[in-house]
C-alpha cells in the first residue's frame, strides 16, 4: 500500500510561487503514473501535471510554461514548482499514483491519494 503526504501549501499573491512536495511510502506500482490534481470549491477535480515512470511529464494546457513537475530521483519526493501563480489557481492540490495510462489524465487510474494541501492566490 502506497501513502502520500503532501507539503508546501500556502497563500500567495497573484504573480507569486509555491513548490509543492509530495513524499511517497511504500511499494510503488512498476509502471505508473503519478502526479497532481486539483479542486476548487464548487468545480471539478482536474489534472494539472503527471510523470510516467517509464518516461514523459503531461501538464494541463492551463499551467504550461508556469508549472514544473520534477523528481531529483527516484522515490525521492515529488514536487510541483509553481510560478506566475493566478487567482484561478487557488484549489485543494492532491498528490496521486496509479497505474499508466495515456497522457496519465485518467484519474480512475490513480489508486492512492494523498490527503490534499490548500493553494491559495490572492488577487
Known amino acids: 500500500q502506497v501513502q502520500l503526504a503532501e507539503s508546501g501549501g500556502g497563500s500567495v499573491q497573484a504573480g507569486g510561487s509555491l513548490r509543492l512536495s509530495c513524499a511517497a511510502s511504500?511499494?510503488?506500482?512498476?509502471?505508473?503514473?503519478m502526479g497532481w490534481f486539483r479542486q476548487a470549491p464548487g468545480k471539478e477535480r482536474e489534472g494539472v501535471a503527471f510523470?510516467?515512470?517509464?518516461?514523459?511529464?503531461f501538464y494541463d494546457d492551463s499551467v504550461k510554461g508556469r508549472f514544473t513537475i520534477f523528481q531529483d530521483k527516484v522515490e525521492e519526493p515529488l514536487h510541483l514548482q509553481m510560478n506566475s501563480l493566478k487567482p484561478e489557481d487557488s484549489a485543494m492540490y492532491y498528490c496521486?499514483?496509479?497505474?499508466?495510462?495515456?497522457?496519465?489524465?485518467?484519474?480512475?487510474?490513480?489508486?492512492?491519494w494523498g490527503l490534499g494541501t490548500q493553494v491559495t492566490v490572492s488577487s
Open positions: 510523470i510516467y515512470s517509464a518516461g514523459g511529464i
Open positions: 496521486a499514483i496509479g497505474l499508466a495510462s495515456p497522457s496519465c489524465g485518467d484519474a480512475t487510474r490513480y489508486l492512492n
Open positions: 511504500g511499494n510503488t506500482y512498476r509502471n505508473y503514473c
